[in-house]
């Protein structure tokens, strides 16, 4: 699949560059994206590829977790940062090594929603920055965010994956396998205290359905195109770079559900497909550019709704549905599916979504 191939190459591309031919960029990108071979960067916690001229994608490899991707948009005399990681620290370490790529200030962060793995940067920037975001994306983060999903089981999460990294390196014979899940326990522990230093902080602009920014010759459309991953997502659109920034409304993978508003979900990725792009650049995943990778997650989310929309029915509770969904047949389109099953979080949240429609 075409798709899979660019995939690929820009995962390549972030740890060997000399494989990233010119050629298989130029064919895989089409005529948009000329500037072909362009090697990634790297930095001490993340990797900036080169997409268009002063469009980037950061992604982080493991030594710090950093939450999503970013892409970053360089204008003649700023930068925007789409998203900035999950901890204070995460956004320190992508300022410093953003250096790496331009010496201009960071004055715009977009929220493409309030997932803590997105906003929780927030709050190292100063007055000069203005931190956009849909107006839901204020009002979640001022209610009380931290006490509501995701954030109130991720701590819960990173301490289980934590006690398992323990059990493992007490039960491994193998020094060098040790030294290896000693490393990852050393992130995970890290990433437990950094989460202790968010200080929930609110976008300083709100918007609620456009917003178009003007810098030097960039225009950046800031577009709300309807409820989906959650009740305020933002799609960053470049309409001349031919770019899309999609956030968690559309990934590369199966996003995380725990919020959603499935149906509309559908009927605003059905919006995205209408704007004009060759590239998408994913809250977390990888790029890619067709568009039916769009239309095989629309089928994922109407499939999963109507499974457990007749598991609801029979009365099975939203654990058991959980563990009962099929939806192996999406697998060739999102790898991530080994076996039946589905994430609890998204389906107790369908379950919670049934029940607001019927009006219960
Ligand atoms: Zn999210």
């Not at 004055?107 to 849909?134: A, C, K, L, M």
């Not at 457990?308 to 599916?337: M, N």
């Amino acid at each position: 699949m075409k798709m899979k191939t660019w995939a690929l190459a820009v995962v390549l591309a972030v740890s060997i560059p000399a494989w990233f031919s010119p050629a298989a960029r130029a064919q895989s990108l089409g005529a948009g994206f000329s500037q072909v071979g362009t090697p990634a960067v790297s930095g001490k916690v993340y990797q900036f590829s080169k997409i268009a001229d002063g469009v980037y994608y950061a992604t982080s490899n493991g030594p710090m977790a950093t939450g999503g991707n970013h892409p970053i948009i360089v204008n003649e005399n700023d930068v925007m940062l789409v998203d900035d990681g999950t901890t204070p620290a995460a956004a320190r370490a992508l300022l410093e090594d953003l250096k790496l790529i331009t010496n201009k200030p960071v004055r715009w962060v977009v929220n493409t929603h309030f997932h803590y793995d997105h906003t929780d940067g927030n709050s190292i920037f100063g007055p000069e920055v203005q931190i956009i975001g849909h107006e839901y994306v204020r009002k979640a983060i001022l209610d009380d965010v931290l006490h509501h999903e995701p954030f109130k089981t991720s701590v819960g999460n990173i301490s289980i994956q934590a006690e398992a990294l323990k059990k493992q390196i007490a039960d491994e014979k193998d020094a060098g396998k040790r030294a290896t899940l000693e490393t990852q326990i050393a992130v995970v522990q890290a990433d437990l205290e950094e989460l202790k230093n968010i200080k929930p902080t609110p976008p300083t602009m709100t918007y609620s359905s456009k917003m178009t920014l003007y810098s030097g010759q960039r225009e950046i459309q800031i577009l709300f195109l309807g409820r989906g991953h959650t009740r305020g997502d933002t799609v960053v659109y470049l309409p001349k770079e031919r770019i899309v920034c999609t956030g968690d409304l559309m990934e590369s993978r199966l996003a995380y559900m725990g919020n959603g508003v499935f149906d509309e979900w559908v009927t605003t990725l059905d919006a995205l497909k209408e704007l004009d792009f060759d590239a998408v650049l994913p809250g977390h995943g990888v790029p890619f550019h067709e568009k039916s990778l769009i239309t095989a997650f629309q089928y994922y989310l109407k499939d999963l709704m109507s499974q457990v929309g007749v598991l609801r029915k029979q009365g099975l509770s939203a654990e058991q549905a959980a563990q009962k969904v099929d939806l192996t047949s999406h697998k060739a389109d999102f790898p991530q599916i080994q076996s039946p099953g589905a994430d609890l979080r998204g389906v107790r949240r369908m379950y919670e979504w049934m029940d607001e429609r019927a009006g219960r």
